[in-house]
Protein backbone atom coordinates (compact mmCIF):
# COMPACT_ATOMS: atom_id res chain seq x y z
CA UNK A 1 0.00 0.00 0.00
CA UNK A 2 2.50 2.66 1.02
CA UNK A 3 4.80 1.90 -2.21
CA UNK A 4 2.16 2.16 -4.31
CA UNK A 5 1.40 5.81 -3.03
CA UNK A 6 5.10 6.08 -3.28
CA UNK A 7 4.82 4.90 -6.88
CA UNK A 8 1.76 7.83 -7.18
CA UNK A 9 4.43 10.65 -6.25
CA UNK A 10 7.24 9.59 -8.28
CA UNK A 11 5.14 9.54 -11.00
CA UNK A 12 5.41 13.18 -12.57
CA UNK A 13 2.44 13.16 -14.57
CA UNK A 14 0.20 11.49 -12.28
CA UNK A 15 2.05 13.82 -9.39
CA UNK A 16 1.50 17.36 -11.24
CA UNK A 17 -2.72 16.01 -11.20
CA UNK A 18 -2.87 15.45 -7.24
CA UNK A 19 -1.13 18.41 -6.71
CA UNK A 20 -3.23 20.39 -9.63
CA UNK A 21 -6.08 18.60 -7.55
CA UNK A 22 -5.47 19.42 -3.82
CA UNK A 23 -4.77 23.27 -5.33
CA UNK A 24 -8.28 23.84 -6.58
CA UNK A 25 -9.55 22.12 -3.44
CA UNK A 26 -7.62 24.52 -0.96
CA UNK A 27 -9.04 27.50 -3.20
CA UNK A 28 -12.59 26.05 -2.76
CA UNK A 29 -12.00 25.65 0.93
CA UNK A 30 -10.59 29.63 1.39
CA UNK A 31 -13.70 30.70 -0.69
CA UNK A 32 -16.11 29.23 1.92
CA UNK A 33 -14.95 31.45 4.49
CA UNK A 34 -14.28 35.22 1.92
CA UNK A 35 -17.23 36.95 3.21
CA UNK A 36 -20.08 38.65 0.90
CA UNK A 37 -19.69 42.66 0.50
CA UNK A 38 -22.27 44.44 2.93
CA UNK A 39 -22.51 41.09 5.20
CA UNK A 40 -21.74 41.88 8.75
CA UNK A 41 -19.21 39.09 9.65
CA UNK A 42 -19.27 39.46 13.07
CA UNK A 43 -23.20 39.14 13.80
CA UNK A 44 -22.89 35.77 11.09
CA UNK A 45 -20.47 34.67 13.84
CA UNK A 46 -22.13 35.65 16.85
CA UNK A 47 -25.47 33.59 15.22
CA UNK A 48 -22.88 30.68 14.24
CA UNK A 49 -21.37 30.32 18.09
CA UNK A 50 -25.07 30.89 19.51
CA UNK A 51 -26.65 28.17 17.12
CA UNK A 52 -23.69 25.43 17.42
CA UNK A 53 -25.41 23.37 19.86
CA UNK A 54 -29.07 23.07 18.53
CA UNK A 55 -28.76 22.27 14.71
CA UNK A 56 -29.14 25.77 12.14
CA UNK A 57 -32.48 26.02 9.97
CA UNK A 58 -34.15 23.27 8.91
CA UNK A 59 -34.85 24.74 5.57
CA UNK A 60 -30.79 24.85 4.62
CA UNK A 61 -29.41 22.25 6.19
CA UNK A 62 -29.00 20.17 3.30
CA UNK A 63 -27.46 23.05 0.94
CA UNK A 64 -25.39 23.79 4.31
CA UNK A 65 -24.13 20.55 4.09
CA UNK A 66 -23.06 20.38 0.15
CA UNK A 67 -21.40 24.13 1.23
CA UNK A 68 -18.96 23.06 3.89
CA UNK A 69 -20.81 25.23 6.26
CA UNK A 70 -20.49 28.30 3.53
CA UNK A 71 -23.96 28.71 3.62
CA UNK A 72 -24.97 30.05 6.84
CA UNK A 73 -21.52 32.05 7.10
CA UNK A 74 -23.02 34.11 3.83
CA UNK A 75 -19.60 33.46 2.36
CA UNK A 76 -19.13 34.40 -1.77
CA UNK A 77 -19.37 30.28 -1.85
CA UNK A 78 -22.43 30.09 0.11
CA UNK A 79 -24.57 28.46 -2.30
CA UNK A 80 -22.03 25.77 -2.88
CA UNK A 81 -22.39 22.97 -5.61
CA UNK A 82 -26.23 22.94 -5.15
CA UNK A 83 -27.49 24.98 -7.83
CA UNK A 84 -24.99 22.44 -9.89
CA UNK A 85 -27.12 19.20 -8.78
CA UNK A 86 -30.22 20.74 -8.66
CA UNK A 87 -30.09 21.75 -12.37
CA UNK A 88 -28.24 18.37 -13.62
CA UNK A 89 -31.17 16.47 -11.72
CA UNK A 90 -33.42 18.59 -13.74
CA UNK A 91 -32.14 18.32 -16.93
CA UNK A 92 -32.08 14.71 -16.18
CA UNK A 93 -35.91 14.47 -15.21
CA UNK A 94 -36.44 16.66 -18.27
CA UNK A 95 -35.53 13.83 -20.79
CA UNK A 96 -38.42 11.84 -19.58
CA UNK A 97 -40.46 15.02 -20.61
CA UNK A 98 -38.89 16.68 -23.45
CA UNK A 99 -37.55 14.62 -26.59
CA UNK A 100 -35.39 16.83 -27.57
CA UNK A 101 -33.01 16.32 -24.33
CA UNK A 102 -33.43 12.24 -24.76
CA UNK A 103 -32.40 12.46 -28.59
CA UNK A 104 -29.02 14.84 -26.90
CA UNK A 105 -28.47 12.03 -24.97
CA UNK A 106 -28.57 9.48 -27.61
CA UNK A 107 -26.32 11.64 -30.10
CA UNK A 108 -23.32 10.48 -27.89
CA UNK A 109 -20.33 13.36 -27.04
CA UNK A 110 -21.62 16.28 -29.18
CA UNK A 111 -25.15 16.14 -27.71
CA UNK A 112 -23.92 14.88 -24.05
CA UNK A 113 -21.63 18.62 -24.30
CA UNK A 114 -25.08 20.35 -26.08
CA UNK A 115 -26.76 18.92 -22.42
CA UNK A 116 -23.68 20.10 -20.38
CA UNK A 117 -24.05 23.66 -22.10
CA UNK A 118 -28.25 23.32 -21.02
CA UNK A 119 -27.11 22.18 -17.07
CA UNK A 120 -24.49 25.05 -16.80
CA UNK A 121 -27.28 27.91 -18.16
CA UNK A 122 -29.68 26.56 -15.47
CA UNK A 123 -27.33 26.45 -12.80
CA UNK A 124 -26.76 30.19 -13.23
CA UNK A 125 -30.83 31.10 -13.17
CA UNK A 126 -30.85 28.44 -10.06
CA UNK A 127 -28.09 30.48 -8.25
CA UNK A 128 -29.86 33.73 -8.98
CA UNK A 129 -32.79 32.84 -7.17
CA UNK A 130 -31.21 30.76 -4.63
CA UNK A 131 -28.94 33.70 -3.58
CA UNK A 132 -32.04 36.20 -3.48
CA UNK A 133 -34.08 33.51 -1.76
CA UNK A 134 -31.20 33.42 1.01
CA UNK A 135 -30.40 37.49 1.17
CA UNK A 136 -34.30 37.43 1.43
CA UNK A 137 -34.55 35.33 4.40
CA UNK A 138 -31.16 37.07 5.90
CA UNK A 139 -32.62 40.45 5.77
CA UNK A 140 -35.84 39.12 7.94
CA UNK A 141 -33.93 37.36 10.27
CA UNK A 142 -35.17 33.93 9.88
CA UNK A 143 -32.01 32.37 8.72
CA UNK A 144 -31.12 31.24 12.24
CA UNK A 145 -34.59 30.61 12.73
CA UNK A 146 -37.62 32.08 14.67
CA UNK A 147 -35.40 31.98 18.45
CA UNK A 148 -32.43 33.80 16.88
CA UNK A 149 -30.97 36.44 19.01
CA UNK A 150 -31.10 40.39 18.22
CA UNK A 151 -27.58 40.19 16.15
CA UNK A 152 -28.93 37.13 14.21
CA UNK A 153 -31.64 40.18 12.87
CA UNK A 154 -29.24 42.41 10.96
CA UNK A 155 -26.57 40.28 9.37
CA UNK A 156 -26.78 42.56 5.48
CA UNK A 157 -27.43 45.80 4.62
CA UNK A 158 -30.56 46.67 3.74
CA UNK A 159 -29.78 49.26 0.47
CA UNK A 160 -31.44 47.81 -3.03
CA UNK A 161 -28.29 48.21 -4.52
CA UNK A 162 -26.04 46.40 -1.72
CA UNK A 163 -28.05 43.47 -2.37
CA UNK A 164 -27.65 43.70 -6.17
CA UNK A 165 -23.73 43.27 -5.39
CA UNK A 166 -24.86 40.29 -2.88
CA UNK A 167 -26.65 38.36 -5.50
CA UNK A 168 -23.73 38.96 -8.50
CA UNK A 169 -21.62 37.67 -6.36
CA UNK A 170 -23.35 34.42 -4.56
CA UNK A 171 -24.26 34.12 -8.39
CA UNK A 172 -20.53 34.38 -9.38
CA UNK A 173 -19.06 32.11 -6.84
CA UNK A 174 -21.48 29.21 -8.37
CA UNK A 175 -20.07 30.15 -11.73
CA UNK A 176 -16.30 29.72 -9.76
CA UNK A 177 -16.98 27.02 -8.42
CA UNK A 178 -18.45 24.90 -11.52
CA UNK A 179 -15.44 26.14 -13.26
CA UNK A 180 -13.02 24.28 -10.37
CA UNK A 181 -15.17 21.45 -11.23
CA UNK A 182 -14.40 21.32 -14.69
CA UNK A 183 -10.61 21.99 -14.24
CA UNK A 184 -10.49 18.94 -11.83
CA UNK A 185 -11.69 16.73 -14.34
CA UNK A 186 -9.82 17.72 -16.79
CA UNK A 187 -6.75 18.85 -15.41
CA UNK A 188 -7.14 16.56 -11.94
CA UNK A 189 -8.10 13.31 -10.97
CA UNK A 190 -11.17 13.54 -12.65
CA UNK A 191 -15.05 13.62 -11.13
CA UNK A 192 -14.11 17.48 -10.20
CA UNK A 193 -17.68 18.27 -9.09
CA UNK A 194 -17.80 14.90 -6.92
CA UNK A 195 -14.55 15.99 -5.55
CA UNK A 196 -15.71 19.04 -4.11
CA UNK A 197 -19.12 17.84 -2.65
CA UNK A 198 -17.23 15.29 -0.94
CA UNK A 199 -14.71 18.27 0.24
CA UNK A 200 -17.35 20.55 1.34
CA UNK A 201 -19.05 17.73 3.53
CA UNK A 202 -15.98 16.34 4.74
CA UNK A 203 -15.14 19.70 6.07
CA UNK A 204 -18.63 19.46 8.15
CA UNK A 205 -17.32 15.98 10.05
CA UNK A 206 -14.76 17.87 12.83
CA UNK A 207 -17.22 19.97 14.13
CA UNK A 208 -20.26 17.93 13.84
CA UNK A 209 -18.78 14.98 15.86
CA UNK A 210 -17.29 17.41 18.54
CA UNK A 211 -20.76 19.15 19.36
CA UNK A 212 -21.43 15.12 20.30
CA UNK A 213 -18.24 15.00 22.57
CA UNK A 214 -19.33 18.69 24.33
CA UNK A 215 -22.76 17.40 24.90
CA UNK A 216 -22.44 13.91 25.66
CA UNK A 217 -18.88 13.45 26.49
CA UNK A 218 -15.84 11.17 25.77
CA UNK A 219 -17.41 7.75 26.10
CA UNK A 220 -20.35 8.76 23.59
CA UNK A 221 -17.67 10.51 21.60
CA UNK A 222 -15.90 7.16 21.14
CA UNK A 223 -19.05 5.11 20.69
CA UNK A 224 -20.53 7.26 17.84
CA UNK A 225 -17.01 6.81 15.80
CA UNK A 226 -17.22 3.47 16.33
CA UNK A 227 -20.99 2.91 15.19
CA UNK A 228 -19.85 5.09 12.40
CA UNK A 229 -16.59 2.88 11.04
CA UNK A 230 -19.28 0.00 11.22
CA UNK A 231 -22.25 1.97 9.24
CA UNK A 232 -19.21 2.79 6.80
CA UNK A 233 -18.36 -0.94 6.52
CA UNK A 234 -21.59 -1.55 5.87
CA UNK A 235 -22.08 0.95 3.05
CA UNK A 236 -18.97 0.29 1.55
CA UNK A 237 -20.37 -3.20 0.96
CA UNK A 238 -23.45 -3.11 -0.15
CA UNK A 239 -22.58 -0.09 -2.90
CA UNK A 240 -20.12 -2.22 -3.86
CA UNK A 241 -22.54 -5.46 -4.21
CA UNK A 242 -24.19 -5.79 -7.78
CA UNK A 243 -26.28 -8.21 -9.87
CA UNK A 244 -24.42 -9.58 -13.07
CA UNK A 245 -27.04 -10.98 -15.89
CA UNK A 246 -25.08 -12.64 -18.34
CA UNK A 247 -25.31 -11.68 -21.65
CA UNK A 248 -24.32 -13.67 -24.67
CA UNK A 249 -23.18 -11.81 -28.68
CA UNK A 250 -23.94 -14.30 -31.27
CA UNK A 251 -21.34 -13.70 -33.98
CA UNK A 252 -21.57 -11.65 -37.23
CA UNK A 253 -19.93 -12.23 -40.46
CA UNK A 254 -19.18 -8.87 -42.04
CA UNK A 255 -17.92 -9.30 -45.53
CA UNK A 256 -13.99 -11.32 -43.99
CA UNK A 257 -14.47 -10.47 -40.69
CA UNK A 258 -16.04 -11.67 -37.96
CA UNK A 259 -17.63 -9.93 -35.13
CA UNK A 260 -19.36 -10.79 -31.86
CA UNK A 261 -19.06 -14.38 -29.96
CA UNK A 262 -18.42 -12.56 -27.15
CA UNK A 263 -19.87 -12.49 -23.57
CA UNK A 264 -20.09 -10.23 -21.00
CA UNK A 265 -22.69 -8.85 -18.04
CA UNK A 266 -25.08 -5.90 -17.33
CA UNK A 267 -23.96 -4.95 -13.48
CA UNK A 268 -27.10 -3.78 -11.91
CA UNK A 269 -26.07 -2.02 -8.84
CA UNK A 270 -28.27 -2.51 -5.15
CA UNK A 271 -28.54 1.03 -4.99
CA UNK A 272 -28.69 2.58 -8.22
CA UNK A 273 -30.19 5.79 -7.24
CA UNK A 274 -27.27 6.79 -5.69
CA UNK A 275 -28.01 10.03 -2.70
CA UNK A 276 -30.81 11.25 -4.90
CA UNK A 277 -33.79 10.01 -3.36
CA UNK A 278 -32.61 11.37 -0.22
CA UNK A 279 -32.31 14.77 -1.51
CA UNK A 280 -35.79 14.79 -3.20
CA UNK A 281 -37.67 13.82 0.04
CA UNK A 282 -35.56 15.96 1.99
CA UNK A 283 -36.69 18.40 -0.63
CA UNK A 284 -40.06 17.62 -0.35
CA UNK A 285 -40.69 17.66 3.79
CA UNK A 286 -38.96 20.85 3.75
CA UNK A 287 -42.10 22.44 2.27
CA UNK A 288 -44.47 22.10 4.47
CA UNK A 289 -42.04 23.85 6.77
CA UNK A 290 -41.47 26.43 4.35
CA UNK A 291 -45.01 27.03 4.25
CA UNK A 292 -46.05 27.04 7.99
CA UNK A 293 -42.64 29.73 8.54
CA UNK A 294 -44.79 32.38 6.09
CA UNK A 295 -47.79 31.76 8.01
CA UNK A 296 -46.47 33.09 10.93
CA UNK A 297 -48.93 34.95 13.22
CA UNK A 298 -48.64 38.49 14.02
CA UNK A 299 -47.63 39.86 17.49
CA UNK A 300 -50.38 39.05 20.05
CA UNK A 301 -52.49 36.56 17.48
CA UNK A 302 -52.69 32.75 18.09
CA UNK A 303 -51.25 30.47 15.46
CA UNK A 304 -53.54 28.47 13.24
CA UNK A 305 -54.08 24.96 14.40
CA UNK A 306 -52.18 23.44 10.91
CA UNK A 307 -48.76 25.52 11.45
CA UNK A 308 -48.94 24.01 15.12
CA UNK A 309 -49.33 21.04 14.04
CA UNK A 310 -46.75 21.14 11.06
CA UNK A 311 -44.37 22.43 13.71
CA UNK A 312 -44.85 20.08 16.11
CA UNK A 313 -44.67 17.04 13.70
CA UNK A 314 -42.99 18.32 10.33
CA UNK A 315 -40.02 20.52 11.14
CA UNK A 316 -37.73 18.57 13.65
CA UNK A 317 -35.49 15.45 12.68
CA UNK A 318 -36.79 13.48 16.28
CA UNK A 319 -40.31 13.51 15.75
CA UNK A 320 -41.54 10.35 15.14
CA UNK A 321 -44.10 11.21 11.89
CA UNK A 322 -41.13 13.14 10.19
CA UNK A 323 -39.01 10.06 10.68
CA UNK A 324 -41.33 8.09 9.09
CA UNK A 325 -42.69 10.09 5.98
CA UNK A 326 -38.60 10.57 5.49
CA UNK A 327 -38.28 7.15 4.96
CA UNK A 328 -41.68 6.46 3.05
CA UNK A 329 -40.53 9.37 0.38
CA UNK A 330 -37.21 8.12 -0.01
CA UNK A 331 -38.04 4.39 -0.57
CA UNK A 332 -40.70 5.72 -2.93
CA UNK A 333 -38.05 7.76 -4.76
CA UNK A 334 -36.17 5.41 -5.70
CA UNK A 335 -38.27 3.27 -7.25
CA UNK A 336 -39.05 6.67 -9.16
CA UNK A 337 -35.71 7.54 -10.23
CA UNK A 338 -34.27 3.80 -10.89
CA UNK A 339 -37.10 3.38 -13.25
CA UNK A 340 -35.99 6.88 -14.93
CA UNK A 341 -32.24 6.26 -15.84
CA UNK A 342 -32.66 2.29 -16.15
CA UNK A 343 -35.12 1.12 -19.02
CA UNK A 344 -35.38 -1.92 -19.59
CA UNK A 345 -36.80 -2.10 -22.94
CA UNK A 346 -34.35 0.68 -24.12
CA UNK A 347 -31.65 -2.03 -22.63
CA UNK A 348 -33.28 -4.99 -24.10
CA UNK A 349 -33.75 -3.14 -28.03
CA UNK A 350 -30.03 -1.93 -27.42
CA UNK A 351 -28.74 -5.81 -27.00
CA UNK A 352 -31.34 -6.66 -29.79
CA UNK A 353 -29.76 -4.70 -32.66
CA UNK A 354 -26.42 -6.31 -31.77
CA UNK A 355 -27.01 -10.01 -31.66
CA UNK A 356 -27.24 -9.86 -27.71
CA UNK A 357 -29.20 -11.92 -25.49
CA UNK A 358 -29.51 -13.10 -22.24
CA UNK A 359 -29.21 -17.59 -22.01
CA UNK A 360 -32.56 -18.68 -21.39
CA UNK A 361 -34.31 -15.87 -22.16
CA UNK A 362 -35.64 -14.72 -25.68
CA UNK A 363 -34.53 -11.67 -27.18
CA UNK A 364 -37.13 -8.55 -27.19
CA UNK A 365 -40.08 -8.16 -24.60
CA UNK A 366 -39.16 -11.24 -22.45
CA UNK A 367 -36.06 -9.71 -22.51
CA UNK A 368 -37.43 -6.77 -21.05
CA UNK A 369 -39.41 -8.07 -19.15
CA UNK A 370 -36.47 -10.03 -17.24
CA UNK A 371 -34.49 -7.05 -16.74
CA UNK A 372 -37.58 -4.95 -15.13
CA UNK A 373 -38.68 -8.22 -13.02
CA UNK A 374 -34.70 -8.37 -11.84
CA UNK A 375 -34.32 -4.59 -11.35
CA UNK A 376 -37.79 -4.45 -9.23
CA UNK A 377 -36.59 -7.08 -6.71
CA UNK A 378 -32.94 -5.50 -6.48
CA UNK A 379 -34.38 -1.98 -6.14
CA UNK A 380 -36.47 -3.06 -3.45
CA UNK A 381 -33.79 -3.80 -1.05
CA UNK A 382 -31.96 -1.30 -2.36
CA UNK A 383 -34.66 1.10 -1.71
CA UNK A 384 -34.76 -0.15 2.19
CA UNK A 385 -31.17 0.04 2.79
CA UNK A 386 -31.35 4.10 1.32
CA UNK A 387 -33.92 4.13 3.40
CA UNK A 388 -32.18 3.00 6.79
CA UNK A 389 -29.30 5.23 6.06
CA UNK A 390 -31.02 8.08 5.94
CA UNK A 391 -32.26 7.91 9.00
CA UNK A 392 -29.24 7.32 10.50
CA UNK A 393 -28.81 11.27 11.50
CA UNK A 394 -32.21 11.92 12.57
CA UNK A 395 -31.60 8.87 14.91
CA UNK A 396 -28.48 10.37 16.04
CA UNK A 397 -30.20 13.61 16.28
CA UNK A 398 -32.71 12.05 18.97
CA UNK A 399 -30.22 10.37 21.26
CA UNK A 400 -26.91 12.02 20.50
CA UNK A 401 -27.48 15.09 20.48
CA UNK A 402 -26.32 15.83 16.95
CA UNK A 403 -27.23 17.66 14.02
CA UNK A 404 -28.96 16.63 11.11
CA UNK A 405 -26.26 16.62 9.21
CA UNK A 406 -24.69 13.80 11.21
CA UNK A 407 -21.83 12.63 9.48
CA UNK A 408 -22.07 9.20 9.65
CA UNK A 409 -25.12 8.98 7.84
CA UNK A 410 -27.75 10.15 5.07
CA UNK A 411 -26.70 12.19 1.67
CA UNK A 412 -23.15 12.98 3.34
CA UNK A 413 -22.11 8.98 4.07
CA UNK A 414 -23.32 8.05 0.66
CA UNK A 415 -21.37 10.80 -1.12
CA UNK A 416 -18.37 9.84 1.32
CA UNK A 417 -17.91 6.44 0.17
CA UNK A 418 -19.35 6.82 -3.63
CA UNK A 419 -16.93 9.53 -4.46
CA UNK A 420 -13.92 7.98 -2.36
CA UNK A 421 -14.58 4.53 -4.03
CA UNK A 422 -14.71 5.76 -7.56
CA UNK A 423 -11.69 8.24 -6.90
CA UNK A 424 -9.54 5.25 -5.63
CA UNK A 425 -10.77 3.32 -8.42
CA UNK A 426 -9.52 6.24 -11.39
CA UNK A 427 -5.97 6.49 -9.11
CA UNK A 428 -5.63 2.76 -9.68
CA UNK A 429 -6.47 2.65 -13.06
CA UNK A 430 -3.63 5.30 -13.58
CA UNK A 431 -1.27 3.68 -11.98
CA UNK A 432 -1.78 0.43 -13.91
CA UNK A 433 -1.17 2.25 -17.35
CA UNK A 434 1.98 3.25 -15.94
CA UNK A 435 3.48 0.61 -13.86
CA UNK A 436 1.29 -2.24 -14.73
CA UNK A 437 0.82 -2.36 -10.78
CA UNK A 438 -2.24 -0.61 -9.03
CA UNK A 439 -2.84 1.32 -5.83
CA UNK A 440 -4.65 -1.62 -4.21
CA UNK A 441 -3.76 -5.51 -4.74
Sequence with gaps: MFRAIGRIFRTPDLRRK?????????????????PTPFVDFNN????????????????YDMVNLFSGGAL?????????????ITASIITQLLRVVIPHF?????????????????????????????????????????????????ACQNLVAQEWWAILIMIITMTAGTGLIM????????????????????????????????????????????????????????????????????????????GRRTYGGSSTYIP??????????????????????LIAQFNQPKAGEEPQPWVVWVQNNLVYGDQPLYMLVF???????????????????????????YSGFIP??????????????????????GSLYLGIVALIPLIALSFFGANQNFPFGGASILIIVGVGLETVKQIDAQLQQRHYEGLLK
Design 18 to 34: IVFTLGIVALFRLGSFV
Design 268 to 289: IKVNMAGVIPVIFASAILYLPM
Design 44 to 59: VQACLASNQGGGTAGL
Design 179 to 254: WFGELITERGIGNGMSLLIFTSIAATFPSALWVIQEQRGWEIFFFVIAVGLVVMTAVVYVEQSQRRIPVQYAKRVV
Design 102 to 150: ETLHKEGQAGQAKLTQYTRYLTIALAVLQSTTLITVARSGQLFGTSANQ
Design 327 to 353: FVLTVGFTFFYVQITFNPEEVADNMKK
Design 360 to 381: GIRAGRPTAEYLNYVLTRITSA
Design 72 to 84: LQLSIFALGIMPY
